[in-house]
């Protein structure tokens, strides 16, 4: 049989049952949307968690004083509760580690700000210079914390754009005025870009004063929270790793590893981690969607028995008068598949609209990977072939002269 006979046949057979072949492909359209819009929400949430580590940092090591030990271990101190990092610890990464692009201290608090009779209770970063650039915070108003700033103990504040709102009113310019951190003013000197919410708390809403005003005033102690350590490059990240816990022991009078007094945090690692939590979230999302590919796929087999039994006497005809067993199989097997690759193509657009409209109306990201439609095509395509090749191997075994006889 020529290609386009049997295209001609194929939608004759399909456009002959209108109703019947469009409620069929209803259940491939459904099951294809469906997958196709758990698919972007997965891709969505993987592609939002992505954006969110990347945003405290490239290529960032992070090192924390103290550790933890497994269960019945006896008890340390717990990542980033301990006081066992100091300046000093820094300066040393910053000047004998190679491949250190730059080093950023801070020190972490919690405290009450006042300004214009409004507070709020919020986190205070004492930081470095280099700190807005290891993290990636950008200023929308004013500057960031300045060398001589951290020389002269300076009381200044950078406010996040939360914290800002919080006391001055939304979208305020709040550079020159003053707060009270423990009694004690602070001039703002600036205000970050909104980051939002990373996961890892909000990046908006804190406070940024110089690291040795923290230690100074707030502290009481030149032990520091964190070092940010922003690598050369990301293949690097294992070595300097590596190094810097070779360092820190050396400078810690530490001769076993296993009673480090400090933790290494490898934004990598955790990259990697949570890229198979959203990858597994869209396995499960796209596997429970198929289901109704299933269905829909059963529906497809059940036309075509049916249109089998109702075309036996056409089947005779045609087998009579030279039709071989292959030219049935193909017909049938291309109205099944035709029928399925249409309702792929409807389901697509109707899952992409989907993804637009769960964005514009819950917030949830979604991300329509091009990959995801080929899928989509493809399983619509296998679908066709996997529940047609039953009836059509079914009509193209039928007896001829049984087949004429059919009532």
């Known amino acids: 049989m020529k290609v386009q006979d049997l295209l001609q046949e194929t939608f004759f057979a399909i456009l002959a049952n209108r109703v019947r072949s469009s409620l069929t492909m209803l259940g491939i359209i459904i099951g294809i949307g469906s997958v196709l819009a758990m698919i972007s929400i997965g891709q969505g949430a993987t592609s939002d968690i992505s954006q969110n580590i990347e945003s405290l940092g490239s290529n960032l090591l992070v090192v ?4 933890q030990r497994g269960v019945g271990s006896e008890v340390r101190g717990g990542m980033g509760s ?5 300046t000093e610890d820094a300066e040393a990464i910053a000047e004998q580690v190679a491949h250190v692009e730059a080093v950023a201290s801070e020190v972490s608090t919690r405290k009450q700000i006042i300004a214009k009779g409004e507070n709020t209770n919020t986190s205070i970063y004492g930081v470095t210079v280099d ?22 103990n300076s009381k200044v504040a950078v406010l996040g754009p939360d914290t800002r709102d919080d006391l001055f009113g939304e979208n305020a310019n709040p550079v020159g005025e003053k707060i009270k951190i423990e009694k004690m003013g602070f001039t703002v000197i600036g205000v970050t870009k909104s980051k939002g919410g990373t996961g890892f708390g909000s990046s908006d809403d804190l406070v940024y004063i110089p690291i040795s005003t923290a230690q100074h005033y707030l502290t009481g102690s030149d032990s520091i929270s964190s070092i940010n350590v922003q690598v050369e490059k990301q293949d690097l990240m294992s070595s300097v790793e590596e190094k810097i816990t070779n360092l820190l022991l050396v400078r810690h009078d530490i001769t076993d590893s296993a009673n480090a007094d400090f933790s290494i945090m490898n934004q990598a690692d955790i990259m990697e981690t949570m890229s198979e939590v959203s990858g597994t979230l869209t396995l499960l999302l796209g596997a429970i969607a198929g289901i109704s ?27 009579a008068i030279g039709a071989k067993n292959k030219d049935i199989t ?52 296998a679908i066709g072939i996997i529940f047609g090749y039953y009836p059509a191997r079914r009509a193209a075994n039928l007896n001829p002269i049984e087949a004429l006889r059919y009532e």
């Not at 807005?132 to 002269?152: D, M, P, R, W």
């Not at 637009?356 to 995801?372: D, R």
Request: charged letters at 10%.
């Open 293 to 319: 590919l299933v269905v829909g796929g059963i529906g497809i087999m059940n036309m075509m028995l049916t249109t089998v039994t109702e075309r036996t006497r056409e089947i005779g005809l045609r087998k």
């Open 131 to 152: 700190y807005a650039e290891v993290k990636n915070i950008e200023i929308e108003t004013g500057s960031f914390i300045t060398t001589q700033n951290v020389k002269n």
């Open 330 to 381: 193909f017909q049938f097997l291309a109205e099944s598949a035709t029928l399925t690759f249409i309702g792929g193509l409807i389901g697509v657009i109707l899952g992409c609209v989907a993804a637009i409209l769960i964005t514009k109306f819950s917030g949830t990201t979604t991300v329509v990977a091009v990959w995801s439609i080929f899928l989509a095509f493809g399983v619509s395509a």
């Open 82 to 86: 301990a006081s066992t990092l100091v």
């Open 64 to 67: 924390m004083p103290g550790s």
